[in-house]
């Protein structure tokens, strides 16, 4: 009886014992996946750290330098500044602002002077009430109340060139939302006329003119925001324009410049592509038209992918759903960490960006 009783508390024990380290396991094993994040976290902050501070050094030095160098420049007395380049009267403050009416959003802008009387006037684009409007100046730094034209749908590039050489500048509207362009030309009081659109591809974004074949016309460039290519309209004599020629760049082209950029004599087109994180250069081949895109990159968002594909893809051995999505756990602190830093997006990248982009 003794015996038996003494077997029964033997095997209570045994029990009791091979509960309590599964408890205290489960508690290790939280502990280290704890202390694992929080050394993720200290990596990745020591990383910033040791990036951002001898950066900011580095800038803040020629900063000062730049300004040093600019105030040796300039001897300083009560009322006058005088520089090497000549005096200035001491201003304490500007005028006051003067305001004038535009349409609803305007968004697209150019100076020109449009009327041929020697100032530069003001000519507007506004998406929201799809309009131009024309502020001319009044020679004393004033402007006349706006005269609108309508345009088409999202009028978001505008350009001021005299496309049909007879002395007058015209001006070219890009519509994102019409996917076209349209030439008002100048009738010569700086009064304007509709005359033909020209067919692009997917939201034309901005609107650039420039001769890309030297033929002493001007021509139409446009990104194609939405097709992921540049179209360019070749100009005639008579102002009007050739169907659209489009040339692949990256994502989201959302502007173009349009340079001779290895002076060759030709204007080559240079598009930055912002879903694509980098810049495409299309070199002209004397002709007015354009080579396949050279890519240079311009932000480093590449790295935290390219993390995530060595780890899912090749490292990994997709044994679960787990395993695939989030490597399981078992991804190095230092990959972890530096994809973390790779992968913040500043608030300057994103205030920088239009908001209208994601309309």
């Known amino acids: 009886m003794d015996q038996s009783e003494s077997m029964e508390a033997n095997t209570t ?5 091979n509960s309590l380290p599964k408890t205290t396991e489960i508690g290790v094993i939280g502990e280290k996946k704890f202390t694992r994040v929080k050394f993720i976290v200290i990596v990745t902050v020591l990383i910033l750290l040791l990036v951002g501070i001898p950066v900011s050094i580095v800038l803040t030095k020629k900063s000062d330098t730049k300004a040093t160098k600019m105030m040796a420049k300039t001897v300083t007395t009560p009322n006058v500044e005088t520089s090497t380049t000549g005096s200035y009267q001491c201003r ?7 305001t004038y009416v535009t349409g609803t959003g305007p968004f697209g802008l150019a100076v020109a002077d449009v009327n041929n009387d020697s100032k530069p006037d003001i000519i507007v684009a506004n998406i929201g009430s799809d309009t131009i409007s024309v502020f001319l100046n009044i020679d004393n730094g004033t402007f006349t109340a706006q005269t609108t034209y309508s345009t088409g749908t999202w009028p978001v590039g505008v350009a001021v060139l ?3 050489n007879d002395s007058q500048p015209d001006i070219i509207v890009s519509h994102r939302y019409a996917h076209n362009v349209r030439i008002l030309l100048n009738i010569g009081n700086g009064t304007f006329i509709t005359q033909t659109t020209y067919s692009t591809d997917l939201e034309p974004y901005s609107v650039v003119i420039n001769d890309v ?8 460039i446009v990104p194609n925001s939405e097709s992921q290519n540049v179209g360019v309209l070749l100009g005639s004599e008579n102002g009007t324009f050739a169907a659209q020629i489009t040339y692949s760049t990256g994502l989201t082209p959302f502007d173009v410049a349009v340079v001779d950029v290895n002076n060759d004599g030709n204007p080559d087109i240079i ?3 912002y879903g694509s994180n980098y810049v495409s250069v299309l ?3 004397g002709n007015g038209t354009f080579t396949s895109k050279k890519i240079y990159v311009t932000d480093s968002g590449h790295f935290s992918s390219g993390i995530g594909i060595y780890q899912g893809s090749i490292k990994s051995k997709h044994t679960s759903t787990k395993e695939f999505l989030v490597a399981d756990g078992r ?5 972890t960490a530096m994809s973390l830093m790779a992968s913040i997006t500043s608030a300057a990248s994103l205030l920088g960006v239009p908001v209208e982009i994601y309309y």
């Open 13 to 17: 024990t045994d029990e009791t014992s």
């Open 92 to 98: 304490p403050a500007y005028m006051a602002q003067t």
């Open 162 to 164: 005299d496309v049909n």
């Open 213 to 220: 074949n030297n033929d002493n016309k001007f021509d139409i």
């Open 271 to 273: 598009a930055p592509n």
């Open 283 to 285: 070199f002209n081949t």
């Open 331 to 335: 991804m190095k602190i230092l990959p």
